[in-house]
């Protein structure tokens, strides 16, 4: 029976090691510093600062040690990257950052870019590029890379890089609290000053042109070769639910939940949260001592434009929130975080000068969806919203008439011209006081955001009334009379929109 001894761990070999060097060109596959040179004195001689990394560890209690793992498996090339000596460490010691599927990542990048490079000039591989693919492969290179070099200067820091529109953007995280002065240098400073003091008193984000803004306190603002054209200073959101109830003492309140963040300052949080497919939004402010709380709606109905009049979304539940807001309404606002409900408090929200030009906006769109539903106009919003306040018209007459059924109105006034032929016919028709049916013909032309529509002919009718003057008058040829036209009892007005045959201004 033989002695079996258990490795403690499972190295690679030499040429293993060589080999993963050399696929790289013994270039860090992380940082891309070279890691090989001469050494200095000698003729034959080198020196590297380069290692052979585990992607998995190579023994028990490592970073990202793989149980399942055979001892063949872990000293194999497929699970070995190349490294510096400061990137093997970080990778070791960041275990969040680099897992193991980042790590062959990395490493697959750090293989193609080689390919890329051999046979070519410094900065010449970029010919090479010669497809959206590989373009994209080697902005994601230059990403991976950029960030973990700026991490090197300021190890502090967490820093994120992307590329945007207009070249490459730095998301910068502390990983502990940092000390540093920001210095406002811009022509509208005041401004800018404010909107700081804000951000750091409730959180949130806010930004300003890179050349109005200096960072001090980190060697990583510091630097030269990166020029930053835009700040955006930003606090850590936590995700949250707004609930606000309106009118909580009415038979039914309202209820409206929003969905968004939460942010904390020196003074005080702030929660932001959108409802109706972001169309309303919520803003609470509060200090951690003292009084101040501020709680706002905003309304952002800019998604109606050019849509059809009779299909914007969301319109009867915003219009139910306005006009609740049309007086002060008392408000209890309720918080939910990571499962936990929190009440925040009642308040009243008066929303009756703020919003009034939006009001009457929604009273005029109202008009606009009932006269498209009766007449089928199939009118659309215009792009320019506030076309519908100054191209408004007087409608009421004709809303009143076709909304006849549902008002329950029973008298009916119209005008009438008495002509020869038709005296007798009136003339037996006011004299009868037996309820008979009655149908009034109009014709109606509408001028609605600046285009013509019509005309249209529309009847007013009523099984049974009963027709009479209204005032004094002589019945001529020829004379304008008022006629009232009533129901009888149990019977109901009824506008309709009939063929154009049926136009007309008779009454029969």
Same mark, same amino acid.
């Not at 042109?209 to 803004?213: E, F, N, Q, T």
């Given at each position: 029976m033989?002695n079996?001894?258990?490795?403690a761990?499972?190295d690679?070999?030499?040429?293993?090691?060589?080999?993963?060097?050399?696929?790289?060109?013994?270039?860090?596959?992380l940082?891309?510093?070279?890691?090989?040179?001469?050494?200095?004195?000698?003729?034959?001689?080198?020196?590297?600062?380069?290692k052979?990394?585990?992607?998995?560890?190579a023994?028990?209690?490592?970073?990202?040690?793989?149980?399942?793992?055979?001892?063949?498996?872990?000293?194999?090339?497929e699970?070995?990257?190349?490294?510096?000596?400061?990137?093997?460490?970080?990778?070791?010691?960041?275990?969040?950052?680099?897992?193991v599927?980042?790590?062959?990542? $990395?490493?697959?990048?750090?293989?193609?870019?080689?390919?890329?490079?051999?046979?070519?000039?410094?900065?010449?591989?970029?010919?090479?590029?010669?497809?959206?693919?590989?373009?994209?492969?080697?902005?994601?290179?230059?990403?991976?890379?950029?960030? =973990?070099?700026?991490?090197?200067?300021?190890?502090?820091?967490?820093?994120?890089?992307?590329?945007?529109?207009?070249?490459?953007?730095?998301?910068v995280?502390?990983?502990?609290?940092?000390?540093?002065?920001?210095?406002?240098?811009?022509?509208?400073?005041?401004?800018?000053?404010?909107?700081?003091?804000?951000?750091?008193?409730?959180?949130?984000?806010?930004?300003i042109?890179?050349?109005?803004?200096r960072?001090?306190?980190?060697?990583?603002?510091?630097?030269?070769?990166?020029?930053?054209?835009?700040?955006?200073?930003?606090s850590?959101?936590?995700?949250?639910?707004?609930?606000?109830?309106?009118?909580?003492?009415?038979?039914?309140?309202?209820f409206?939940?929003?969905?968004?963040s939460?942010?904390?300052?020196?003074?005080?949080?702030?929660?932001?949260?959108?409802?109706?497919?972001?169309?309303?939004?919520?803003?609470?402010?509060a200090?951690?001592?003292?009084?101040?709380?501020?709680?706002?709606?905003?309304?952002?109905i800019?998604?109606?434009?050019g849509k059809?009049?009779?299909?914007?979304?969301?319109? =009867?539940?915003?219009?139910q929130?306005?006009?609740?807001?049309?007086?002060?309404?008392?408000?209890?606002?309720?918080?939910?975080?990571?499962?936990?409900?929190?009440e925040?408090?009642?308040?009243?929200?008066?929303?009756?000068?703020?919003?009034?030009?939006?009001?009457?906006?929604f009273?005029? $769109?109202?008009?606009?969806?009932k006269?498209?539903?009766?007449?089928?106009?199939?009118l659309?919003?215009?792009?320019d919203?506030?076309?519908?306040?100054?191209?408004?018209?007087?409608?009421?007459?004709?809303?009143?008439?076709?909304d006849?059924?549902?008002?329950?109105?029973?008298?009916?006034?119209?005008?009438?011209?008495?002509?020869?032929?038709?005296?007798?016919?009136?003339?037996?028709?006011?004299?009868?006081?037996?309820?008979?049916?009655?149908?009034?013909?109009?014709?109606?032309?509408?001028?609605?955001?600046?285009?013509?529509?019509?005309?249209?002919?529309?009847?007013?009718?009523?099984?049974?009334?009963?027709?009479?003057?209204?005032?004094?008058?002589? $019945?001529?040829?020829?004379?304008? =009379?008022?006629?009232?036209?009533?129901?009888?009892?149990?019977?109901?007005?009824?506008?309709?929109l009939?063929?154009?045959?049926?136009?007309?201004?008779?009454?029969?």
């Open positions: 033989g079996s001894v258990q490795k761990r499972d690679f070999h030499p040429k293993v090691k060589q080999l993963l060097g050399e696929r790289v060109n013994y270039h860090c596959s940082c891309d510093a070279p890691t090989l040179g001469p050494k200095n004195g000698t003729t034959d001689k080198r020196f590297s600062i380069g052979a990394a585990h992607v998995k560890a023994a028990k209690g490592g970073p990202r040690y793989d149980e399942n793992q055979s001892p063949e498996e872990r000293s194999a090339i699970n070995g990257l190349w490294a510096c000596a400061n990137c093997a460490d970080l990778i070791d010691r960041d275990v969040a950052t680099y897992p599927e980042e790590l062959l990542r $990395i490493k697959a990048d750090a293989e193609w870019l080689a390919t890329v490079r051999a046979g070519k000039p410094p900065g010449s591989e970029l010919t090479a590029l010669l497809n959206p693919t590989a373009i994209k492969r080697a902005v994601d290179v230059f990403c991976s890379r950029e960030s =973990l070099r700026q991490e090197r200067i300021d190890p502090r820091f967490k820093v994120a890089v992307r590329m945007g529109e207009s070249g490459p953007v730095y998301e995280t502390a990983k502990e609290t940092v000390e540093g002065q920001l210095v406002i240098t811009g022509q509208h400073k005041e401004g800018d000053v404010q909107a700081l003091r804000d951000f750091f008193s409730y959180g949130g984000s806010h930004e042109d890179g050349a109005d803004l960072m001090e306190g980190s060697p990583l603002f510091e630097t030269g070769d990166v020029a930053a054209v835009r700040w955006k200073l930003s850590t959101p936590k995700p949250v639910t707004l609930t606000a109830v309106l009118d909580e003492e009415s038979s039914s309140p309202l409206i939940e929003f969905n968004g939460g942010t904390q300052g020196n003074k005080g949080g702030r929660l932001k949260g959108t409802a109706f497919g972001g169309m309303l939004s919520a803003t609470l402010t200090d951690y001592v003292g009084p101040y709380t501020d709680f706002k709606f905003d309304f952002d800019q998604p109606w434009a059809p009049v009779r299909r914007l979304p969301n319109f =009867l539940r915003l219009r929130v306005l006009q609740l807001l049309a007086a002060p309404t008392r408000a209890r606002l309720l918080c939910a975080h990571e499962g936990l409900e929190s925040l408090g009642n308040g009243i929200v008066d929303g009756s000068e703020k919003f009034r030009p939006l009001r009457a906006l009273d005029e $769109i109202e008009i606009l969806r006269l498209d539903d009766f007449f089928d106009l199939q659309a919003l215009p792009e919203l506030s076309e519908v306040l100054w191209r408004q018209s007087d409608m009421s007459q004709l809303l009143e008439l076709i006849i059924e549902a008002s329950m109105e029973t008298e009916v006034l119209m005008m009438a011209v008495p002509e020869e032929a038709t005296m007798p016919t009136l003339g037996a028709i006011l004299a009868n006081s037996v309820p008979e049916p009655i149908t009034a013909n109009h014709t109606f032309t509408l001028e609605l955001l600046g285009h013509t529509y019509g005309p249209y002919p529309v009847a007013v009718s009523c099984p049974a009334a009963t027709v009479h003057v209204v005032g004094p008058a002589n $019945i001529e040829v020829g004379v304008p =009379l008022q006629l009232a036209m009533r129901a009888a009892d149990g019977n109901r007005w009824t506008a309709r009939v063929a154009p045959t049926t136009a007309g201004a008779a009454l029969s």
